[in-house]
């Protein structure tokens, strides 16, 4: 009874919500007893309604719960977040299974209620059919054309390398939060990629586009919108929301604004980025009286928000865990300086020198590995599948846990450390492993993984040549705090470091 009441005070109309709870009640009691039972993958009993999204599964501790969920049950189980029953995969093999062998079936993209409200069905992320493949390959076609992977990339990442470097450099070893400058300096990669030209970090639009891009990630992961997910009748009225949809439509007018600048001055002959290809493209496909087109403006506002989303948040994020590192593992930002100084000496580091210095690929995939930024991938099924003898019926909601993949005790030697020799042979030589699936894998990969490991490299040799990062005045190696904070994707906790010059 003290649920049901806590449910009421969220809503301005009591007998109505009352109403809908009793309907949902007697709907889940219906479909839970009727019909043939087959054999589907275990889990934890749901409460009535509210499913195992109090008793079993705390929406802040989510992943962590999940995981021990699956040493109980085993890598395929069930949960239910509301009404809704969700499959749950966890570890590598399971994982790698279900989006290589069954890549079709797992494929689709869950799209929940929050999705929905902020027309995020379009573009690369959250779309699904002929859109999402069309919008895919012109945003991967479109990316190698202005560099992804090329010296023209490299040229950009470490031009806008110098420009942070002087940031730090003005801050004169003195402690401060490395969250905005980093998120900038990525951020500027996108722009020159997608718009044809970089931005100054002082300039007030562009601050305010990247502050806000990040706010919504954060949001949209929040305990209050995923809660929404689950029952949009009973939380609609949520702050976070309400702050969320209307952050982000105003970072959809900035982008609608910056691109009715390019499109003024648009020259088809002369593409300057991603957002003038398409233009061009568009305007084609119109005049050659194709008005079915999947190039319209929705798609394009919206790839262009997917692109900042995935190539700056997460791409900044796994940079300051870097730094954070090191800051906390003194001993092994000694050894990454000592490589590089050996290697490289003072000059720039290109991404050709990769090859010659294993130690420090090593510590940037230990990162990655360990930073876990995209813990968990929501998919749905596209058809009705057996999966491991279990049944799993079309349009079930799917989880899957790259967290448990990257600390599957099964292929790391000590999943929950920070140790680069995860990547290392008896010979100090770099390995990869088929476990190091930070991109995730199968017909979704992150479209820009090429573009975000040579920024992640190049950023932070760049950096670690420059700079020996220390915890502030009256804090300890060991009292950095490494403990992710919550959101659409994981992020360190609000922190300080020095940033002390070699040079």
């Known amino acids: 009874m003290a649920i049901l009441e806590d449910l009421l005070l969220l809503s301005p109309s009591s007998a109505t919500l009352l109403l809908t709870v009793l309907v949902l009640l007697v709907l889940y009691l219906f479909f839970s007893s009727s019909g043939p039972q087959q054999k589907e993958p275990p889990g934890p009993k749901p409460l009535p309604l509210l499913g195992n999204l109090l008793h079993e599964l705390s929406v802040k501790k989510m992943l962590m719960n999940l995981l021990l969920l699956s040493k109980k049950y085993g890598p395929v189980f069930k949960v239910h977040l509301g009404l809704k029953k969700t499959v749950v995969l966890a570890g590598y093999k399971t994982v790698k299974q279900a989006l290589f062998n ?21 573009g690369i992320i959250f779309s699904n059919g002929d859109s999402w493949k069309e919008m895919r390959h012109f945003a991967l076609t479109k990316l190698r054309d202005f560099g992804m992977g090329k010296k023209a990339s490299e040229e950009k990442i470490t031009e806008e390398s110098q420009y942070l470097i002087e940031v730090f450099k003005q801050k004169e070893g003195k402690a401060f939060n490395t969250a905005q400058p980093v998120n900038y300096a990525v951020s500027n990669i996108i722009c020159s990629i997608v718009y044809g030209s970089r931005f100054e970090y002082d300039d007030s639009e562009f601050t305010t586009m990247v502050d806000q891009a990040n706010k919504n990630t954060q949001l949209l992961g929040s305990a209050s919108v995923q809660l929404y997910n689950k029952f949009p009748m009973l939380c609609k009225w949520f702050g976070a929301r309400k702050q969320l949809m ?85 001993k092994i930002q000694d050894q990454v300086q000592e490589e590089l100084s050996r290697m490289i000496g003072s000059r720039q580091v290109r991404a050709e020198d990769r090859k010659n210095l294993p130690y420090t690929d090593a510590v940037i995939h230990e990162t990655q590995r360990l930073a876990n930024i995209v813990p968990i991938v929501r998919r749905c099924t596209s058809r009705d599948v057996t999966f491991q003898g279990y049944v799993i019926k079309k349009e079930t909601p799917v989880v899957l846990l790259l967290g448990s993949v990257l600390q599957d005790e099964n292929e790391w030697d000590s999943p929950d450390t920070f140790n680069p020799a995860h990547f290392l042979d008896e010979e100090g030589k770099f390995v990869k492993r088929d476990a190091f699936l930070p991109f995730s894998t199968g017909p979704r990969v992150c479209v820009g993984e090429s573009l975000a490991r040579m920024e992640l490299f190049l950023f932070f040799t760049s950096l670690l040549q420059h700079f020996r990062f220390t915890p502030p005045p009256g804090v300890t190696e060991d009292e950095l705090d490494v403990t992710p904070v919550l959101g659409f994707a994981l992020t360190p906790a609000p922190h300080q470091l020095c940033a002390v010059s070699r040079v």
């Open 102 to 122: 069954h890549a079709e079936v797992f494929g689709e993209k869950e799209i929940v209620p929050i999705i929905n409200d902020l027309n995020l069905t379009h």
């Open 246 to 330: 209307k952050s982000a439509f105003a970072n959809r007018k900035q982008i609608t604004e910056l691109i009715r600048g390019l499109q003024e001055t648009l020259n088809p002959q002369m593409c300057r980025g991603l957002v003038d290809s398409f233009l061009a493209r568009k305007k084609h496909l119109e005049e050659s009286g194709d008005m079915n087109s999947h190039y319209h403006e929705d798609n394009l506002l919206v790839t262009i928000a997917n692109l900042f989303t995935a190539g700056t948040d997460t791409t900044s994020t796994t940079i300051r865990y870097g730094l954070l590192f090191m800051a906390k593992y003194p």
